[in-house]
């Protein structure tokens, strides 16, 4: 988007906006809509007529609007009351920086767009050529020119977003009991069978038991990430799409990010214990211990990669990162793939397997 300047300046060279001639509100509606035409509405057009507008929508567009604004419409459409320059551009500097932290780079970029374009000319005061300053780093930072800095807080504050973290925690515990209740099962079908004096099933033989559990495991623990992900978010009070397609998109990412990585943390479990001549870890040594924990870090990073084929092979959200976006999205993913680890096994701690 290219905001649409005025064609008059004030007494000091500055930018006349908001004025009679270009309002807050087609400023809003340029902002909301990301393109020339903006809602339909005026240079001159008032408060109300934005809302007019935004209502007469269709219902799934307004649906798209209101979750690319997660939870501000309202505070964006507030802004189309203010006059006052300053207290206006400062506002849309507020709101952007709360579409940041919920991963809204979108729009948060448009309404840096437009404050630097309005707001950076010698002539403009003070205060509000800092805004356009701030405006300006912030899309340094989103276009990738940003400071070590402004990466590391972003790579912070989305490492422990409270929703990931939970998200991770419920699916590792779902998982787990899953992956351990369907082996029981196996298992036990075995020790009957063996009791019988009849040759055991071919699932429950090794490897096979433990690669039928680990898929039972994945098959619920992708949609358990997926809807605890969007709960949390919710619980914040983030605005979310609950439409169908948005529902399929997360529950196929969740698929793409689990399957992998699971596959590939079992084949380096698997191969440790075999190279190493353990049927299970119970009883093994320390430094057996480390040597089996080493290979399945070796596989989760092994799996992250391939999540991120088949993420950006598919054009998804993913697409086209830059190598930073890359390693930071892996490292961060890393250290929460981890962090799943640890609720799963501090609520269920092994037990002894039937026939095990």
């Known amino acids: ?3 649409i300047l005025p064609s008059t300046r004030d007494a000091n060279g500055c930018w006349r906006a908001p004025s009679d001639e270009i309002s807050p509100a087609f400023l809003l509606s340029r902002i909301l809509t990301g393109n020339e035409e903006g809602l339909s509405v005026s ?3 008032a408060a109300s007529d934005l809302r007019r507008a935004l209502n007469a929508l269709p219902a799934t567009q307004r649906s798209r609007l209101q ?5 501000h419409l309202e505070s964006l459409l507030s802004l189309a009351q203010e006059r006052e320059p300053g207290t206006f551009f400062a506002g849309l500097m507020d709101v952007a920086r709360a579409l940041e932290t919920q991963e809204r780079y979108e729009m948060a970029g448009l309404i840096y767009m437009t404050v630097v374009a309005f707001n950076r000319a010698p002539g403009c005061a003070p205060v509000r050529r800092d805004l356009a300053q701030r405006a300006q780093a912030r899309l340094d930072f989103l276009s990738g020119r940003g400071t070590w800095r402004d990466y590391g807080e972003l790579f912070l504050r989305q490492t422990v977003d409270p929703s990931d973290l939970v998200a991770f925690g419920v699916a590792g515990v779902v998982g787990r009991t899953v992956r351990f209740a369907a082996l029981s099962r196996i298992l036990r079908t075995r020790t009957r069978f063996a009791a019988a004096g009849l040759p055991a099933p071919w699932v429950s033989r090794e490897p096979v038991s433990r690669l039928v559990a680990g898929w039972a495991g994945v098959t619920m623990e992708a949609p358990a990430f997926a809807m ?3 709960a949390s978010q919710t619980l914040q009070g983030r605005d979310l799409d ?3 397609d948005a529902l399929d998109r997360d529950l196929r990412n969740a698929y793409l990010l689990f399957v992998p990585t699971r596959a590939m943390m079992s084949a380096g479990s698997l191969l440790a214990r075999r190279r190493m ?3 299970s870890m119970r009883g093994a040594t320390l430094r057996q211990r480390l040597a089996h924990e080493g290979a399945v870090q070796v596989g989760i990073l092994g799996g992250l990669y391939l999540a991120h084929l088949a993420q ?3 054009g998804g959200p ?3 990162p830059s190598s930073f976006e890359s390693l930071s999205d892996g490292a961060r993913l890393y250290l929460q793939f981890n962090a799943l680890r640890g609720p799963a096994a501090l609520f269920l701690r092994p037990r002894r397997l039937p026939g095990g």
């Open 1 to 3: 988007m290219t905001p």
């Open 43 to 45: 240079g001159a057009a």
């Open 67 to 71: 979750s690319e604004a997660a939870g």
């Open 228 to 230: 605890a992900s969007r």
């Open 242 to 244: 609950w439409s169908s």
């Open 277 to 279: 001549g353990l049927a």
């Open 312 to 314: 950006t092979s598919r």
């Open 318 to 320: 993913h697409d086209s």
